[in-house]
């Protein structure tokens, strides 16, 4: 990853975390929400494009990514998922998609794809109906 996330890029939320825990889930507020403004970061433009372009529902329509970590019993443990998660968002993004060049088929892989037509054709042809 070439991209550092700053603190101030980030902002946390703390919350209950849901599901098993007993008493400690319903007192404490472990569970951690982060938000990221992609727009405001200071990203490149074309990761942030990618970024956003990402089909991922933690994405919302303002372009802000929003990341919900309550594995952990401790808030700091969950901040720090949280963070490693935002961080391979971004460690996609900033992969550049090889551009793709049309080339044409070799003329041995025409030939071939056409013989094996041809043999095809040969045996439907052979599949009708015997002439008395």
């Known amino acids: 990853m070439r991209y550092r996330l700053r603190d101030d890029e980030l902002e946390f939320t703390a919350l209950r975390a849901q599901g098993p825990g007993g008493q400690h889930v319903n007192k404490a507020s472990t569970a951690v929400q982060l938000r990221f403004r992609v727009a405001a970061s200071g990203l490149p433009p074309a990761v942030q494009a990618r970024l956003l ?56 892989s025409q030939r071939r794809r056409l013989e094996g037509k041809a043999r095809r054709g040969e045996v439907k042809a052979g599949r009708g109906r015997v002439a008395e």
């Open 53 to 108: 372009a990402q089909a991922d529902q933690r994405i919302t329509q303002d372009g802000e990514v929003v990341i919900k970590a309550q594995g952990e019993r401790s808030q700091e443990a969950n901040k720090a998922e949280a963070r490693a998660r935002l961080a391979e968002m971004i460690a996609r993004a900033e992969h550049e998609p090889r551009v793709r060049r049309a080339t044409r088929p070799t003329l041995g």
